[in-house]
């Protein structure tokens, strides 16, 4: 018999290796794997692995906010990200429309010392550095979430 811990793993390494647009879509997967999973029990564990939908390639999809992505879905996530333009101290990134504000809470939540936060509109993000540092230690701390 599978518990509760095999299905959040299934659930995980699902979400990390594929493009999951629904629920149902995940449901169909679990009970192919032998799970006899409800909706309201899925919509549990989804909101227990805090994973949530984001754009990607024009459709929404499940993703977990602090995971390592696979090759694909990597290259997916890749060509959202734009570059970063400065104003003063203030840092401006321009992203596709509907793609600001997953970029914008990707950046808030690695806790990234040289940042103190964002603010995000659908295809605009506004960069508060922190007191102290520079352009470039403010762009070099962004790499990862623009392309250079």
């Known amino acids: 018999m599978k518990t509760k811990q ?21 449901l169909q997967l679990l009970n192919e794997k032998g799970y006899s999973t409800t ?3 899925l919509s549990r564990d ?5 994973i949530a939908k984001i754009h990607v390639n024009g459709n929404y999809v499940y993703r977990f906010p602090d995971h390592e992505l696979t090759p694909q879905i ?6 959202l990200y734009p570059e970063i333009e400065f104003s003063g101290s203030l840092a401006v990134i321009k992203t596709p429309p509907g793609h600001a504000m997953k970029i914008a809470w990707d950046i808030d939540n690695q806790t ?30 962004l790499a990862r979430f ?3």
Do not use: C, M, W
């Not at 990597?74 to 060509?79: A, F, L, Y």
């Open 6 to 26: 095999d299905r959040l793993k299934d659930i995980r390494h699902i979400i990390t290796t594929q493009n999951i647009e629904s629920q149902e879509e995940l």
């Open 39 to 41: 909706q309201a029990t």
């Open 46 to 50: 989804i909101r227990q692995l805090k």
């Open 74 to 79: 990597q290259n997916e996530q890749t060509q």
């Open 112 to 141: 990234i010392r040289e940042i103190v936060g964002t603010i995000a509109g659908d295809d605009t993000i506004l960069i508060i550095p922190r007191e102290g540092y520079n352009r470039e230690q403010v762009a070099k701390a």
């Open 146 to 148: 623009i392309n250079r």
